[in-house]
């Protein structure tokens, strides 16, 4: 399936909006499951979205109404875009894909939100 490259992280100010993408090179097959983790310092990695390849979704409760992620149809391309950010947004965001016997994990791109 290839490597998962992502693209878009940055600094932006509390309120501001950035967006987030991320691709899977040399890829021949769907990966059913595509979405985004995030990591803090001192934290364990979280959820902070989902999407199958039919287009069902799945937020954490801290982005919803914020966020919103999606996937381009056919392709294993998806994106986030995050909204209203707040400084506890702050972390290193990696994409994730799940097919039913692998996991893969992108390079990860910070995020720096700004009070």
């Known amino acids: 399936q290839g490597k998962l490259v992502e693209s878009g992280g940055g600094l932006v100010q509390a309120g501001g909006s950035l967006r987030l993408s991320c691709a899977a090179s040399?890829?021949?097959?769907?990966?059913?499951?595509l979405g985004w983790y995030r990591q803090s310092p001192g934290k364990q990695r979280e959820l902070v979205a989902d999407?199958?390849?039919?287009?069902?979704?799945n937020y954490a409760d801290s982005v919803k109404g914020r966020f919103t992620i999606s996937r381009v149809i056919f392709t294993n391309t998806v994106h986030l875009q995050m909204n209203s950010l707040k400084p506890e947004d702050t972390a290193v965001y990696y994409c994730?894909?799940?097919?039913?016997?692998?996991?893969?994990w992108g390079q990860g791109t910070q995020v720096t939100v700004s009070s």
């Open positions: 040399e890829s021949r097959y769907s990966i059913p499951l």
């Open positions: 999407i199958t390849s039919d287009g069902t979704t």
């Open positions: 994730n894909g799940r097919t039913a016997t692998d996991t893969y």
